[in-house]
């Protein structure tokens, strides 16, 4: 054989030998991270569990990556203190690399120690200086620390660093916690100039608008919001109730079924479907709604204050009382409430208390003149004249001031007619006038009436009092926002009451009917701001036990 074909025969063999060689393994740290990564992008935990287990044992727990996957489902299961020991040891095992510091950070502002989260996001900040996250959860530490100024500083700074829909809201949520509602704005201006698709930057700005009075920019980000994503609940609850305040409200209850879909249990929503159905005259339907609003919320005083407005239209006035004394409870600055109580209190026979209640609503209430005018027919009908021009005369007072600050709402004419009659009665004449000032010339003047007339002029019966507290409602509740939803309802003003209770009702009826509101109040007194005297209490559970038996007996 010549030499070139051994020489052939040696590579030939040397490539055979080359061929039969293994590929060499991967370092045993590291050996199946490209498995435990997979399994967890899956959410195969308990697999990715088990492999993690067996990386460990093999690794004596010296697998950086093993251990940080294995911290991440910890906190995915809750187990937030568990992941807080497993991200430090991966922080000892590698001390220089930045989200290891990351994570043990975010477990500890999950576990509430924003402090300590602080120092450890800072000394991640030394390390890598222009990472956003670190800014931004600085910020969000400090404002869970009612740091403002701090909290601005680094969410400014996460912003410079690299603009996130994210930080623009956390932003915005802390000037709306300052209570600067124009800066929110801008900043959520801002956002959605950076971020125009996002239906939940666009949504909050238009609520903002809402609440500041602009419906015209307000329906518009609303409408975008709807645009790019047609579920968004909180702008089809926002936009619903922008036509409730129009009276629309068969279109608003189109809204609002559309939210049901994806917000079943939502108080505000319930809430405002039942004041659509107040507002259609529908006053079952509008309990059944509120009532359910109530189960999912009983503490929300405004979904306690509508319930109240609605028995007190249908006089159902055991009810009311029961339901406006509970929101008295969990709103007591308001003068509203005291009024519409102090009206309850009136139509119960229980005049003592109602002026009580007029009198907490006067001194709480400085801007509203409907106190005043339901205070001051409640003093007429008792006699004390004095007192009700007073009531009368603070009354003309607040609407002045409304004119001069060009504020004038649009009053019911059956509230102007009111004011008219209690004036005559009170001989100060009838120059009130409840219109805007634009429409100060097209008022009408009436000759003061004589002493005879006013002799013999018939009291102002409770029942329409009882009409001025809706029509006042109504007005109020333009004004008036949800909390979880934030979206305003607005009432209709109710059907005209008789000055004078219809006497041809059955005797007998009417007395069990008001025996029957006397055993319901018996339950609900306790709730009542007022302090009723004990002779009082006695009377009315001396009642209520009487009619119980003769009810209970069959009568």
Known sequence: MSDLGKELIVQCTDVRKSQSRKIPELPIFERRNWLIHLHYIRKDYETCKAIIKEQLHETHGMCEYAVYVQALIFRLEGKIQESLELFQTCAILNPQNVDNLKQVARSLFLLGKHKAAIEVYSEAAKLNEKDWEISHNLGVCFLHLKNFEKAKEYLNCALQTSRHDLTFMVLGKLHLMEGNTQNAIETYKKAVEFSP???????????????????????????????????????????????????????????????????????????????????????????????????????????????????????????????????INMKPRMGELYMLLAVTLTNLADPDNAKRAYNQAVSLDQSNPLVNLNYSILLYNQGDKKGALHQYQEMEKKINKLKASSNMPEFDPELVDMAQKIGAALQVGENLVWTKPAKDSKSRERPAPSSKSTTNQQPLGSNQALGQAMSSAAGYSKTMQLSAGGCPIRTQKPPSLPLEPESTVDAGTDDLNKKQELSRLLHAHHLLQIVLSPEQVLQIQNESLKWNSLLSNGL
């Open 197 to 327: 698709e996002n239906a939940e930057l666009l949504t909050t700005l238009g609520l903002l608008y809402l609440q500041l009075g602009m419906y015209q920019k307000a329906f518009e980000h609303l409408g975008n919001a709807l645009t790019y994503n047609p579920n968004n609940y909180k702008a089809i609850l926002a936009a619903g109730s922008m036509m409730q305040t129009h009276s629309d409200f068969d279109v608003a209850l189109s809204k609002y079924r559309v939210a049901a879909h994806a917000v079943p249990e939502s108080p505000p929503l319930w809430n405002n479907i039942g004041m659509c159905f107040f507002g259609k005259k529908k006053y079952v339907a509008a309990i059944s709604c509120l009532k359910r609003a109530n189960y999912l919320a009983p503490f929300d005083w405004k979904i306690l204050y509508n319930l109240g407005l609605v028995h007190l239209t249908m006089q159902q006035y055991a009810s009311a009382f029961h339901f406006l004394s509970a929101a």
